[in-house]
């Protein structure tokens, strides 16, 4: 018998209407995604990300079409007793503390009042909020405050996360910190959804991406299945003077040394010359590969190779 999927979608739709003109906001979108998969939504603001989450969460209802977790359809309440859900933009009272404000929401999650105080520290654990779950919101960072709302997420112990822009206006330090804990709540084996415009951080994450352009699904697939190979060969070398160094950088798009190596990335056209000169030289090459597009490549080669759409239909 097969698993029920976490998150299924069939056509669904929303669309918009205002001064009698009709704005589809998300197309046709069919989603099927698997128990314990963490899967990126990307698309550019405007795409459909947050309709398409506010959807499967029934805070708006679809134009057409239908969504389910976990095999409930998402216009049941019950569909939402294994879902947590971090907005993008969290607003909590800035009077209360982390933990006071946890156990307000573990009783609205229906967790038994003897589990209560646990729960809560085990979020707290789990969101990494645990050291400053003593200080008023008010009080705390913009990456404290996405951990706090985090660890609200995680308070009833769901199995499905839906995160909309978790890493949003985060720091460089702030955001590898989110992605350590959403790495580790991915080997405690929860489903994640999350819509993200750091993409470097999906890809190192996530099991597979859907991108949504205008309210469309362009693709959804592992980030191997949706990079491809580039024109660019990355090569590392060994016992490489000075001399020769300079050389390479004038024929390398870039060269980086680090200790006894450099790196160099050059194109097609002139790596069997960098690898000529290198071998003339006496070098030793430790190494050779092709290069693949990042996930940050593949989305606006997908995106600006999308065939023009409107998003507006005629008004009913």
């Known amino acids: 018998m097969r698993a029920p999927w976490a998150i299924r979608t069939e056509e669904l739709t929303k669309v918009y209407t205002a001064h009698k003109q009709a704005y589809t906001a998300v197309h046709g979108l069919n989603l099927h995604i698997a128990d314990g998969e963490t899967v990126g939504f990307l698309g550019a603001n405007g795409a459909g990300k947050t309709t398409t989450i506010k959807m499967l969460l029934h805070f708006i209802t679809p134009t057409r079409g239908r969504a389910w977790l976990y095999d409930i359809p998402c216009s049941e309440p019950r569909a939402r007793q294994a879902v947590g859900y971090m907005p993008e933009q969290p607003y909590f009272p800035r009077y209360l503390t982390p933990r006071e404000l946890l156990h307000a929401h573990a009783v609205l999650a229906g967790v038994p009042s003897r589990e209560v105080k646990h729960r809560v520290e085990v979020a707290l654990d789990l969101a990494r909020a645990e050291g400053f779950a003593h200080r008023p919101i008010g009080k705390l960072s913009k990456g404290m405050t996405q951990r706090v709302a985090l660890a609200q997420a995680l308070v009833g112990n769901p199995q499905l996360l839906i995160l909309d822009e978790p890493a949003s206006g985060l720091d460089p330090v702030s955001r590898v910190e989110m992605r350590n804990v959403l ?17 470097s951080e999906v890809e190192r994450i996530c099991d597979r991406v859907a991108i949504i352009h205008q309210g469309r699904l362009l693709a959804l697939g592992t980030p191997d299945e949706l990079t491809r190979q580039t024109d660019r060969y990355v090569l590392v070398a060994e016992r490489v003077t000075p001399g020769v160094e300079r050389m390479v950088r004038s024929l390398c798009a870039s060269t980086q040394r ?54 507006v239909e005629k008004a009913a």
């Open 183 to 199: 790495q580790a709540l991915k080997e405690h084996g929860k489903t994640i959804f999350l819509s993200s415009h750091h993409l």
């Open 258 to 311: 680090d200790g006894t190596q450099i790196t160099a990335v050059t194109d097609g056209v002139r790596v069997y010359e960098v690898l000529a000169l290198l071998r003339e030289a006496g070098a030793t090459l430790v190494s050779v590969a092709q290069q693949r597009e990042t996930l940050e490549e593949a989305f606006l080669r997908i995106v600006q190779n999308a065939p023009a759409c409107t998003p």
